[in-house]
């Protein structure tokens, strides 16, 4: 049975030979591919064709890769569920009648159900390891500038990553080796090799525990569910049992990362989305007259009810006379953030949670309360907020529902995160 | 302003500027596109970074802050630490993200000032600040203005194109200074060879211009800025050159004082300058003050830029050059001033004085060359092609092989007028200098068929020799060099 999880079916074919031959990747319907229409889940991108290729995808073709189609995702990222996208919701092939998590709730339905091996998804606050945790497979955030964002059409564009999404850790891990490294087109994209890192990170995935050190921040697990909590103490009993210590840390700071964090993340898409009025995207709706009724018109029928609920409220945090208030704030949490991992990962080599507070919602559950679907980021948004790598990798399953857990490393440190989770699965 | 200010017309007008300059670099400010789009057909200077394509991104192009740079330091700027560009949102169809890249509180250039002269008169004006863009779209209106179009095409071509915005302080105190300064600044901008003021749209001009009692202007020129705060100034739109920002802000400054001698108010509004009609007018906008709602742009990382300063070196400026051609080759004021109006013309001249004589060279590239190329409407540029025949023609005079008088009324005339080389016109009108047999002919014949005048000069009337020498000329075509007719005609009669 089809899970939904394709925007657009089709088939990229990609080098003779190469890391990825022989393999399918499914692509996140918002980063760009030549030729093969590209919404963001968006109604009103759903005719839209860039005429170039991100520069992932032109790294995945150059590998090898066969690219299977493109993957269906909340309207422009904005959403945990993958329910807020123009072209339908996605169901969880792990858990029936739930969601997938999201936004890249296509890309890690399409692995769970074995529609591509692989897949790419992109993660703002989540939204690769939201829908790997739903779905019982493996997502990788990398580091802010390990991955080029040249191609991604932008929704918080000082957060997000382009990032792997598999069946296992090594495999996530191949698939990160062929997409990491600087870009000409991106000005943001760093040298790991430059910044203390190398790129070997398949050869990571050994499953080597032995003397790992594992901060956990009581932030973090207090207030998941019973089912979850349960899941991740035994996968830590799980590490110790195979070499592996831990001690609890304080992160003062992430009481207000969410806060923070939609903060940012609303202002910057009210400018990224700017651009979509109708006058080159979208459906202009063939109105007359006035510019600005026109482009208003044409934005109010093209974007669904969650984008247009973000950019008015970034609008109003970037403002003047509320920009200091909100929007100023919300960058000195940011820097607080930043300042208490790094702390924290001074005396652990990787920090762990549950990757998501909560099991899988049910399909139309979590609509109507935003506040609530906010929330249920607390665990993920903090590491965007920190430009940090991590990854959620299953860790098993509260009544019949996967829980994925969530290791977070240093800067440019991706090998730790995907050494402590080859360890789990 | 005090009553009785108004009656006496005792008034003071205070303009500062914010002059927009398009930056000569190859490639757009954030994406490999060039620059030199002249009359190219619409959008065919693009990609999908200047056309904002969904997921493109900005990168910086290090050749625009170098360029800027170069500026800083031509005013004597101060340069950060670090630059750093913000996003400022507004839409606009000819904005292709509906937000413009440009700075904010970290400009590549601070507090720096420009010198130049009014009437003889030495002067300057502050520059708060300067900072790098990207210059928008252009629009085409079809069929009517604006408002009366039937629908507007837009052209990307010049979208990315990197701008230097440079605000001065309110310190002109008249349209005249504007007018200076603007040119003063073009001219330091080509010399520094960040700009090129043929480029159509290359300079564009906002002003802001209001009256105060002239009292609260004090010894030393400078005026409170509570009472700056207080006057209410319109900002003038639309000046697109010196000439342009001269008039407009003439009509304006007369505009405000008639308002205020008539007891009107000044409107603190935006107005359109209507070059074909002359006049400013309301742009009759109800918008209250825009909110940019700036932000850091995220793409582009934090620049260091302190280094740069001391590594980028910058050309000699005019006003250094002048002082050298006055001391180096002897010119006059004058003529060093003329001599280094641009780069071009000084770098030309130079060429020339280190082959010939500077003052024969000066006199040739300032006087003659520019004249001729003036009263044509041309300018140095038009004929930066042909700089080997211009100095062939002043190697003809200076080794003697034709008469000045030939070289300046025929010669060059004709490279300008018929385009043809110098030796062509030379051999053409038989301008070579006539050779002695021929000169010593022409002498015998004049003293032959003139005895009334042989007769007077002898009786010692000066008048007689001119009157034989001016004989000899006409039968030598005006080729015979003057003053060796007036020694061969001298050697004959006595």
Redesign the interface.
Known sequence: MSHNAYITETTIEGADDGPLAGRTVAVKDNISTADVRTTCGSAMLDDYVPPYDATVVSRLKDAGATIAGKTNMDEFGMGTTTETSAFGPTENPAAEGRVPGGSSGGSAAAVAAGEADLALGSDTGGSIRCPAAFCGVVGIKPTYGLVSRYGLVAYANSLEQIGPIAPSVEEAAELLEVIAGPDEHDGTTRDAAENGGNYDYAAAADGDVDGLEIGIPTELVDDADEGVTEVFWDAIADLESKGASYHEVELPSVEHAVEAYYVIAMSEASSNLARFDGVRYGNSGGYDGNWNETFAKAREEGFGEEVKRRILLGTYALSAGYHDKYYKKAQDARAWVKQDFDEALSEADVLASPTMPVPPMKLGESLDDPLKMYLADANTVPINLANLPAISVPAGETEDLPVGLQFVGPAFGEQQIIRAASALA | MTAKAVESGDLATVIGLEVHVQLETETKIFCGCSTDVEDDEPNTHTC?VC??????????NEGAVEAAVKIGKAIDADIPEETTFH?K?Y?Y?DL????QITQYDAPICQDGELEFSVEGQRTSVGIRRAHLEEDPGSLQHKGGSIDTADYTL?DYNRAGTPLMEIVTRPDFRSPDEVRAFLAKLEEVLEYLGVFDATRDGSLRVDANLSIVDAEEVSGDGTIDASVLEDANRTEVKNISSHKGAEKALAYEETRQKNAISRGRAVEQETRHWDESKGITLSMRSKEEEK?Y????E????PLRVSHWKDEIPIPELPDARRERFQSEYGLSDEAASKLTSTKQVADFYEDVAEQFDPDLAATWVADNLLGELNYRDMLLTDVADRFDEVTRLVELVAEEEITAKNARETVLRSMLDDELDPDTIVEQEGLGKTGEDEVAAAVTEAIEENPDAVEDFHAGEDGALNFLVGQVMQKTGGSADPGQVNQLLRDELT
Do not use: E, S
């Not at chain 2, 292709?96 to 937000?99: A, D, E, I, L, Y």
């Open positions: 999908p056309l904002g394509l969904p997921g493109a991104l900005p990168v910086l996003r949102n839409y169809p292709p993200k509906n937000f837009v909110d709602r700036y932000f850091r995220a793409d582009l990382p």
